[in-house]
């Protein structure tokens, strides 16, 4: 109905033939075709470093709270097993009520709630540990073992 070449309409567009239309609408699918492409490769990486970074905060604040679990394998042994859904502040007060008001207990009684308090530090709030605590903490974890071999 046009000749080749043309303008019709009111926008000022040129009729195409049937093989530039072709040619043109190829190019403009492969350039959507690599940007998804590289979409996907840059969110699996992307994903990918995210998932490396949050591994490795949980291994440091499980590395971290080492010492409250030594501090249960130590109590297990002697009978205070933590019970399933029990916070460490209920267990500690669950320990510390079976434990007595004789002067030994009470200073296990205070290693005990030191450990808690700086578990919770550590692992809730994501404070660092201090050398000051490091060797408070060892102090502590050997008065808990101390419990152990007084009772064997």
Known sequence: ?????????????????????????????????????????????????LMVYIKSKEKAALAKSEFYREMLRVLARQGFIRKEGETPYEFAGRVQSVLGSSPESKSIKNAINFLTDIFYEVRFRGDSLKPAQVSKIDAFLKEVKQLQTASK
């Open 1 to 49: 109905m046009f000749p080749e070449g043309i303008q019709w309409g009111f926008r000022g567009r040129t009729r195409e033939s049937k093989d530039e239309k072709e040619t043109s609408g190829t190019s403009g699918g492969k350039f959507w075709l690599i940007l998804l492409g590289f979409g996907a490769i840059s969110t699996y990486f992307a994903r990918k470093r």
